[in-house]
């Protein structure tokens, strides 16, 4: 069996290689003897030192390269060493590192590029986000359950916009608010404005992953909030809410923003609940996940004014 060494050892052979430095014991040989190198006794070792069973063979080189990626040892704009050198490298057959990069391949970690090779993939929001959508969106018996999101994410989310909005997200909210009060007295559906403002919410605590997970709870809520908004006094109510968060926002009172929105979410569930057929889509038409509507001026990730929310 091969004895652990450096990844940078493996990429030796190609001059034109960037060399890489770590010697971590994560690309140490995968085998049924130790999964530890050196002699220091670990903290829980009897557990780690088990001899691997060879159905999670496959899995556990697959995150010993998972590390290495994360870690910037792998880069992504650099090909992952081939099948026979990483073999070699890890003391394994060539069948089970094929077998880990088909794994990492599944979950989006690596691709393939023909005539190029393997490579990782750049990390993104939208690869964490994903798998949430996808599980949420099939499963409208989750109702309740995404309720109970809602309850612990967006309180954090209006403490923090509390703190961190600017005076456009603010004018924002209040031109959203305002169009929701026109509506109110008109006796329009203001649907789109519902929407928008939990979205120019999110964009106000500045964070790309708090904006790409509120993206994926308004599109899981479209249908729920056409039900519960159609019920005797919900629009009200949803305008009461909002507007509490808004003022709490102009007072930059982070636990004043988290208390109104906190109570926003119970009113909506109270409301969800005497509805009893309100249920969340499991698709729209033609297999295609149900979006909400855009507001127009207004943009989820910074920049967009909110002109034009009247029309």
């Not at 063979?57 to 704009?77: F, H, K, N, S």
């Amino acid at each position: 069996m091969a004895d652990p060494v450096a990844v940078n050892s493996i990429n030796n052979q190609h001059p034109q290689s960037t060399h890489l430095c770590y010697t971590g014991p994560v690309v140490g040989p995968v085998g049924r003897r130790s999964l530890t190198s050196g002699n220091g006794r670990v903290k829980g070792a009897e557990r780690l030192i088990r001899p691997i069973k060879k159905a999670r063979l496959a899995e556990e080189i697959a995150d010993r390269i998972r590390v290495l990626i994360l870690d910037g040892t792998l880069p992504a704009d650099k090909p992952l060493p081939g099948e026979r050198q990483l073999a070699a490298r890890f003391g394994v057959s060539r069948g089970s590192v094929r077998d880990a990069l088909r794994v990492l391949e599944t979950i989006g970690l690596i691709e393939t590029r023909h005539g190029q090779g393997t490579f990782p993939h750049e990390l993104d929001v939208d690869r964490l986000v994903a798998p949430l959508a996808s599980v949420l969106t099939y499963r409208s018996d989750l109702r309740e359950e995404l309720v109970d999101v809602r309850r612990m994410f967006e309180p954090a989310v209006a403490r923090v916009a509390a703190a961190r909005h600017s005076e456009e997200d603010l004018a924002d909210l209040e031109r959203i608010v305002e169009v929701q009060r026109r509506k109110l007295k008109s006796g329009g559906s203001a649907i789109v404005e519902d929407t928008a403002f939990h979205a120019v919410l999110a964009r106000a605590t500045q964070n790309r992953v708090v904006i790409r997970i509120m993206a994926t709870l308004n599109d899981l809520l479209i249908e729920s909030r056409k039900l519960t908004l159609k019920q005797k006094g919900r629009p009200a109510r949803s305008l009461e809410g909002h507007e509490a968060v808004v003022a709490a926002l102009r007072r930059r009172d982070p636990e004043g923003a988290a208390h109104a929105m906190h109570n926003h979410i119970d009113q909506i569930a109270d409301l969800m609940r005497q509805a009893g057929s309100a249920r969340l889509p499991a698709s729209a038409p033609g297999g295609a996940s149900a979006r909400p509507p855009k507001l127009a001026g207004v943009s989820a990730s910074g920049g967009g004014k909110a002109r034009g929310l009247d029309r």
